[in-house]
């Protein structure tokens, strides 16, 4: 069934690329292709595939992936016939000749490129290059819980600038709240001439709230991921998404039954814990700390016996991003050190 006659929202499914890190970045060719079939025939309209961090990631300090990009990628792409194949592209982890186009040789379609919040200005190369390749391009704000509305805006005006299509605020680290949601949603789609997107995740619980209040804001594209399947707490949930649009009422072309049965697919296959909430995962939200840091701050905790929550609340406090994975050890050796917290909890 699906959900109404009108297509308007986009849904942008993540469970190959975002789910990659819930596994250690082990996705293998049976799961990328079946699940990529399940997808298309949920009604996804773009099915993201690769590395957790993207394109040209796979490596010792975020990970090493079963496969390769390309692998993935042309696993994925041959089940596919309305769903486009999307890639990440963080500038930094993948360059222009090694990983772009090898990718777009893959038949991928389009390309998110990714920055931290508030350098947004490290995307113009691959963003100018895409568009005038034709190649659908659109801009990633990571962190965005890190920078008040008015930042984002500039930033996601520099995107814009340089060709993106679509801004997506990436809530990575689960912290957002919908009173956030709907003020910095809401102040892109004021003043950009372009979609703007919203990518959550649940730290908080509050993963399928916040898409939705993205949605009433104004967003047009809502990622999403197989029973939250994703970093830390997971993603909003596609097939509780899919319930909420069909009993909302909500435009789109995703199949609600079809939808459910991605998601069992999904847990039968790969999903081998379905995200939760626990003590982990609620304080990293809590600190704001990306949360891709989940495993390896318990690997630290465990290894240097500290509470992995006062981790990640230092973490929070020193305003760690991704790409600074050494800080954990870093924090978890002076936590030993000191015999405990540094300070107070935030």
């Known amino acids: 069934m699906t959900t109404t006659a009108t297509s308007r929202l986009s849904i942008c499914d993540t469970t190959l690329r975002d789910g990659n890190h819930a596994v250690a970045h082990q996705l293998g060719h049976a799961d990328i ?20 961090n993207g394109l040209g990631a796979s490596s010792i300090q975020v990970g090493l992936a079963a496969l390769s990009d390309t692998e993935m990628l042309t696993v994925a792409k041959a089940e596919l016939r309305g769903a486009r194949l999307g890639a990440l592209s963080i500038p930094g982890f993948a360059s222009v000749e090694k990983h772009l186009k090898p990718a777009l040789d893959c038949g991928v379609d389009e390309v998110r490129v990714g920055a931290h919040c508030t350098e947004a200005d490290v995307t113009q190369q691959q963003i100018g290059m895409l568009r005038a390749m034709g190649v659908t391009v659109k801009g990633m704000l990571l962190m965005s819980h890190m920078a008040p509305a ?25 912290a957002y709240t919908p009173k956030d949601v709907k003020e910095k949603v809401s102040t892109l789609v004021e003043h950009l001439d372009i979609e703007i997107g919203f ?8 993963s399928v709230m916040n898409s939705l209040t993205a949605v009433e804001s104004g967003a047009t594209i809502i990622d999403v991921t197989a029973r939250g399947f994703g970093a830390g707490a997971g993603n909003a949930p596609l097939e509780l998404l899919a319930a909420n649009l069909h009993v909302q009422e909500i435009a789109s072309r995703v199949r609600l039954f079809e939808a459910l049965d991605a998601a069992d697919l999904a847990e039968e296959m790969f999903v081998k814990h379905v995200p939760t909430n626990d003590s982990i995962t609620i304080a990293s939200g809590i600190a704001g700390v990306f949360s891709g840091f989940a495993a390896p701050v318990r690997r630290a905790a465990e290894r240097f016996q500290v509470d992995p ?11 760690v991003v991704a790409g600074q994975e050494d800080a954990i050890i870093e924090v978890a050796m002076a936590l030993a050190a000191s015999g405990g917290p540094q300070s107070d909890p935030m």
Not at 33 to 50: I, S, T
Not at 150 to 169: F, H, P, S
Not at 310 to 319: A, D, N, P
């Open 150 to 174: 008015d930042k984002l805006l500039e930033q996601a005006r520099l995107m814009q600038g340089y060709g993106a299509e679509a801004v997506i605020l990436m809530d990575s680290a689960g």
């Open 309 to 319: 929550r006062e981790i990640l609340m230092e973490l929070g406090r020193r305003r």
């Open 33 to 52: 292709r079946a699940y990529a079939r399940a997808a298309e025939a949920a009604g996804a309209d773009v099915v993201e595939v690769g590395h957790g």
């Open 199 to 206: 990518h959550a995740h649940n730290n908080l619980g509050l």
